[in-house]
């Protein structure tokens, strides 16, 4: 099994980006936490990237399903699918097993046309160094 990729170290400021875009998550504001995480992206270097970009792909996946876009959101929650799978289960303090599973079980929803595809979200939890949030 390949390496796992290193990860990232924030400063403070991207600390603060990132809690907020779990926050605004974790309260259902999914195109500002998009917002939020996209700039935070826009300075990520290396290898944790996609990592950010999963997050990012998923907040916009919960924005379509709110919407009532279901193509929009299993596009991008099979895009999201697809950058975590070089991530171990936890990384960055962060399940991300859980939320591959949870992304697999809503594309199963969605493809199936299933009722509950826009059923409540996961709340995001991030433990970091020092705290613990979401």
């Not at 605004?24 to 195109?31: I, L």
């Not at 999201?80 to 070089?86: D, G, H, S, T």
């Not at 991300?96 to 046309?113: C, G, K, N, T």
Request: net charge negative; with cysteine; glycine share 10%.
């Amino acid at each position: 099994m390949p390496e796992p990729p290193p990860e990232p170290v924030l400063d403070e400021e991207e600390t603060r980006a990132l809690l907020l875009g779990v926050r605004q998550f974790n309260e259902g504001f999914f195109f500002e936490c998009h917002d939020t995480l996209e700039e935070l992206w826009g300075g990520i270097r290396g290898p944790s990237r996609d990592f950010f970009q999963g997050l990012i792909q998923v907040s916009v996946a919960f924005y379509h399903l709110t919407g009532g876009n279901l193509a929009g959101a299993e596009s991008m929650f099979g895009r999201a699918l697809k950058r975590f799978e070089a991530y171990p289960a936890c990384y960055f303090g962060f399940d991300v097993a859980a939320q591959r599973r949870e992304i697999q079980d809503r594309l199963q929803r969605i493809r199936s046309e299933a009722p509950e595809a826009a059923a409540e979200p996961p709340k995001w939890r991030f433990e970091l160094p020092g705290r613990v949030e979401g």
